[in-house]
């Protein structure tokens, strides 16, 4: 469902892409029947839009969202492995 939306969107890159990866942390925008403006951030393997897509369809049920319309997708975070995205992120939250 949410697959084919993602395919007509391009990826915004907010993050410095040079070094190796093959994880990154991505922002969903969207709208929905609630709120014009929400956001989602989900930790993947690099450039999986599949999963992604399974991903968001899960939170949109889990959120009781029927209905989502995504605006745009941002890469904002790249490491080697989702492992260290997760380690990443604990260290940010410190």
């Not at 990154?24 to 014009?36: A, C, L, P, R």
């Not at 993947?44 to 839009?49: E, H, L, V, Y």
Request: charged share 30%; glycine share 2%.
């Amino acid at each position: 469902m949410y697959l084919d939306q993602m395919e007509n969107i391009s990826w915004q890159q907010e993050c410095d892409m040079s070094v190796p990866f093959h994880a990154m942390t991505v922002q969903i925008g969207f709208s929905h029947d609630e709120n014009d403006n929400d956001e989602a951030e989900f930790c993947i393997n690099a450039w999986d839009k599949e999963e992604l897509a399974e991903l968001f369809e899960d939170f949109c049920e889990s959120e009781n969202i029927i209905s989502a319309t995504i605006n745009n997708i941002s890469i904002v975070r790249v490491a080697s492995s989702v492992e260290e995205l997760a380690e990443i992120e604990l260290e940010d939250e410190a």
